[in-house]
């Protein structure tokens, strides 16, 4: 399953998900390769975003929530254990959700300063000492691409900045942390054209030094984005891209219905339009 | 009922005649409001002519001696109120941190369930069994352990204080809570957990509901008759300790209609009744504009 190419970040081994006994993600394996933007897609209710939450096990906060298989991630600091979470490889909780970032949907800003934003899970997630907080905040916000746009209103309400500069300071707090891996979940989805294309070159950028793993509603984007493919179905991996370039929206859609039967096992290669 | 619900349709006669009730209940309650103001002041007015050395403006309360000062037992309502709010506040706040911050968010638990419960329980316990609950376990504690008769200001504070408790959880609550749900999912992912949240961010963020809190939960001390009546000794002087009887103006009130039909006793408690009014609307008010203001 492995990818010779690339040693893989993260690593899915039977992994049913299910909310009150309603499974939403069955049998899962998946091996997503280093380096690049990993993207899941399918279509709604596919289970992109459980798997996704899978990684950080942010699932185990929703009620009724049961997990069966093991989650591991492989970062550049060594191997976790994320899910059963046992042995010499695991770690707690918050240090899980500590280690690996991450920006929802919608823009959840603090209802605080744009400052408090970034700084109170530094200090209190991370225990940043109080003397390094306003270097670490601002170096943050220089890697979001929002340092310049609200450098001189730090104290300002963070519930006041456009959406599109609401998710990058969503994405420089999940930054200042210093996350081994950065997990998106349509992170553009409630954006305007001009602003999720702001994110999406921000992402790339991010990518180089990062594993980045998104879930993704838009082909075009998916394409744009993605230098790896999971497709989902009905909660489960039905196939893996390794390969996306060359490949055309149509293609993709044709994939998301199941209706290209790749000859190879798991992978297939981009076709020239 | 039926005239407001086809009222909500723009024009027509019968909106108007839906418009006309929700009128006149409003200028019904107004009136209701306006009226019991009025004589409360009215009823007063005779006890503030009075003036001169035994009028409600001053320090001795000897119906005997034709002396009828109520300033001891504003003093004394004031020092319960303020004195039981702090203790009952704090508490409220620490209670309501634990019931909203299980360790294992969505899934409270057996004790937090079941103190949840009890919270809401107590808002329907008459505070007569307070009382009578405090006369036979707290005031012998005091006796004893303090010293003096154990009926005293401490020992209606303390038990003011529990009284609130459920109002100032349940108003945290109410506040709180919502706002805490919004970061809920957002902080876990950054490995904050809820009781980081609740005091680093939610906290800090809700002001307005803190104090809304502590304002209902010194109105509920100030207002309540049975408790001060019961345990705080009676004894219509400035307290000079904790220790020490005091006499609050509802449990005064309590006193004076239970024995006396008319006179000037009974018209001091017009004026003991209208400063009670006073008192809590110009605490609630000074409170929300300093909370405001800050």
Redesign the interface.
């Known amino acids: 399953m492995d990818n010779p190419a690339s040693s893989p970040v993260l690593l899915v081994r039977d992994l049913s998900v299910s909310f009150f006994d309603r499974p939403v993600l069955r049998q899962v394996n998946l091996a997503v390769p280093a380096g690049g933007i990993a993207v899941l897609v399918g279509r709604s209710g596919s289970g992109k975003t459980t798997l996704l939450r899978a990684v ?1 096990r ?1 699932n ?4 009724g929530c049961r997990t069966e298989g093991t989650v591991e991630l492989v970062t550049k600091r060594g191997r976790l254990n994320v899910f059963p979470g046992t042995g010499p490889d695991a770690v707690t ?6 280690r690996v ?2 920006v ?1 949907q919608t823009p ?1 800003v ?3 300063s744009v400052f ?1 934003n970034v700084a ?2 530094l200090a ?2 991370a225990g940043c000492p109080r003397s390094e907080l306003e270097d670490r905040v601002r170096d943050a916000l220089v890697r979001a691409d929002l340092w310049h746009e609200v450098e001189g209103r730090l104290a300002m309400s963070a519930e006041r900045l456009s959406g599109g500069q609401q998710q990058r300071l969503c994405l420089a ?2 930054l200042a ?1 210093e996350p081994d891996v950065l997990l998106l979940d349509e992170p553009t989805a409630s954006l305007d054209v001009h602003a999720a294309r702001r994110v999406e070159e921000l992402l790339l950028e991010l990518a180089g030094r990062l594993p980045v793993i998104m879930v993704s509603h838009g082909l075009s984007q998916s394409l744009r984005l993605a230098s790896f493919l999971a497709v989902m179905e009905e909660g489960r991996v039905i196939r893996t891209v390794c390969d996306t370039s060359g490949m055309t929206e149509g293609d993709l859609e044709r994939l998301l219905d199941g209706e290209e039967k790749p000859c190879d096992a798991q992978t297939m290669r981009g076709k020239t339009a | 009922m039926r005239n407001a619900e086809v009222s909500i349709r723009p024009g027509g006669r019968s909106g108007e005649a839906g418009l006309a009730v929700i009128r006149l209940a409003v200028a019904l309650a107004m009136a209701g409001m306006v009226l019991l103001f009025l004589m409360v002041v009215a009823f007063a007015l005779p006890a503030f002519v009075q003036g001169g050395g035994g009028g409600p403006f001053s320090w001795s309360w000897a119906p005997g001696r034709g002396e009828f000062g109520i300033l001891p037992m504003v003093a004394g309502s004031l020092l319960a109120g303020t004195l039981a709010v702090v203790p009952g506040w704090i508490m409220g706040l620490c209670l309501c941190c634990w019931l909203m911050a299980p360790e ?4 409270p638990g057996p004790w937090r369930t079941l103190v949840g419960a009890l919270v809401r329980v107590m808002t329907a316990i008459p505070t007569v069994v307070y009382g009578f609950a405090a006369v036979f376990l707290l005031a012998p504690v005091i006796r004893t352990g303090l010293g003096g008769s154990g009926f005293s200001c401490l020992t209606a504070v303390i038990m003011l204080s529990v009284l609130m408790l459920p109002t100032v959880v349940l108003v945290l609550q109410a506040g709180l809570g919502p ?1 805490l749900d ?12 809820r009781m ?1 949240l609740l005091w ?2 939610v906290i ?2 809700s002001r307005g509901t803190l104090i809304s809190a502590a304002v209902l939960g010194f109105g509920r001390a100030v207002g309540d008759t049975m408790l001060p009546l019961m345990l705080a000794g009676n004894a219509p002087v400035m307290p000079s300790s904790l220790l020490s009887s005091m006499r609050t103006l509802t449990a005064h009130m309590a006193l004076v209609t239970s024995n006396e039909v008319g006179g000037a006793a009974y018209d001091s408690l017009f004026m003991a009744g209208l400063l009670l009014l006073v008192i809590n609307g110009a605490v609630s008010l000074v409170i929300r504009r300093l909370g405001g203001r800050a």
Not at chain 2, 104 to 107: N, S
Not at chain 2, 182 to 193: K, Q
Request: hydrophobic share 50%; charged share 20%.
């Open positions: 950080n942010l185990d906060e929703v009620a909780l918050p240090e899980l959700r500590r970032g991450m929802f959840q603090f209802p605080a408090s109170m899970p209190v997630a707090r999940a942390l | 294992c968010a969505g899934r706002r919004a970061v809920a999912l957002t902080g876990a992912a950054m490995g904050l957990s980081e680093h961010l800090p963020a």
